[in-house]
């Protein structure tokens, strides 16, 4: 089964009965994303990146095998660049990620939309980022009133976005 079919099968998770089930085990972060990608329901273990207008480390890090994980990017909510292009989300969904919750701006929508891959992002921008790799893998990151931890599960859907506290 290629990564994307994988994807495609894991149980759709509405983010409202998960939080009715499970309550205050559960943050919600309350700063309002888009749903940009071709699967708007999305859920996996959280890799983190901390990183400001250079998308180096999302590059290098979604060409890694992802294992069915969520990438969350701290861009410090900049709409100033674009942190992920459909060239970059192509190969995430190429190395099994699941998908990517970018506190920043994406480019190419149309064809992110297309692709068999979650993503949430604040907008786009067609200015592409620096590539120098400055910026910080899997350490905690905060986005709005929620602390989010590597390996912690994250569940999105078009209602927002839920993690394990
Ligand atoms: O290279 C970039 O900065 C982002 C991009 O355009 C892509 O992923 O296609």
């Not at 309350?30 to 990608?37: A, K, M, R, V």
């Not at 400055?134 to 209602?159: F, H, K, L, N, S």
Request: net charge negative; aromatic share 4%; proline share 3%.
């Amino acid at each position: 089964m290629t990564a994307a079919a994988e994807n495609q099968s894991s149980p759709a998770v509405n983010t409202a009965d998960l939080y009715d089930e499970r309550g205050e085990e559960l943050a919600s972060v309350s700063l309002q994303f888009q749903s940009l990608g071709g699967h708007s329901h999305f859920s996996g273990p959280v890799r983190t990146i901390r990183c400001f207008q250079d998308n180096a480390l999302v590059k290098s890090t979604l060409a890694g095998p992802g294992n069915g994980a969520v990438l969350v990017v701290d861009g410090g909510g900049s709409l100033g660049t674009a942190l992920m292009g459909d060239m970059i989300a192509e190969s995430a969904v190429a190395n099994g990620w699941a998908g990517v919750v970018i506190n920043g701006a994406v480019r190419d929508r149309e064809a992110i939309a297309r692709l068999e891959l979650g993503v949430k992002a604040l907008g786009s921008n067609p200015r592409k980022s620096a590539k120098a790799g400055a910026g910080e893998v899997d350490v905690d990151v905060q986005i709005a009133d929620v602390t989010i931890r590597a390996g912690v599960m994250i569940w999105c859907d078009p209602d927002g976005i839920l993690v394990e506290r």
